[in-house]
């Protein structure tokens, strides 16, 4: 069973950073994606960013690129989501997700384990 467990969230003003980690323990599947979403209020779960353990592939949806930046440490079991340059956009629950079968990165179709979400807030 594998357990994602995230932190980093909270309160910051627009301009800010903030960075989330994601600590997954139990058996990950190394060939498949580990990923964030976000939900912000009143809308559907979106796709943030994924990538892969190897680290050579990264995916960012449109919104994020050049703010945000996914990286994983392997020894640690643990992703990050660096978020810079955070707009009142950003508002959001973010989840990470572990990866469990073959799917495009963005589907949360691929995305079998879950994390429980951690608030980020940005006030304008």
């Known amino acids: 069973q594998v357990q994602l467990v995230e932190s980093g969230g909270g309160w910051v003003q627009a301009g800010g950073s903030l960075r989330l980690a994601c600590a997954a323990s139990?058996?990950?599947?190394?060939?498949?994606?580990m990923a964030w979403f976000r939900r912000a209020p009143g809308k559907e779960r979106e796709f943030v960013a994924a990538?892969?353990?190897?680290?050579?592939?990264?995916y960012y949806t449109d919104s994020v690129k050049g703010r945000f930046i996914i990286s994983r440490d392997k020894a640690k079991n643990t992703v990050y989501l660096q978020m810079n340059r955070l707009t009142s956009e950003d508002t959001a629950v973010y989840y990470c997700?572990?990866?469990?079968?073959?799917?495009?990165?963005?589907?949360?179709?691929?995305?079998?384990?879950w994390g429980q979400g951690t608030q980020v807030t940005v006030s304008s």
């Open positions: 997700a572990a990866g469990t079968s073959t799917r495009p990165v963005g589907s949360e179709r691929g995305y079998g384990y």
């Open positions: 990538i892969y353990w190897s680290g050579a592939m990264t």
């Open positions: 139990g058996p990950t599947f190394s060939v498949y994606p």
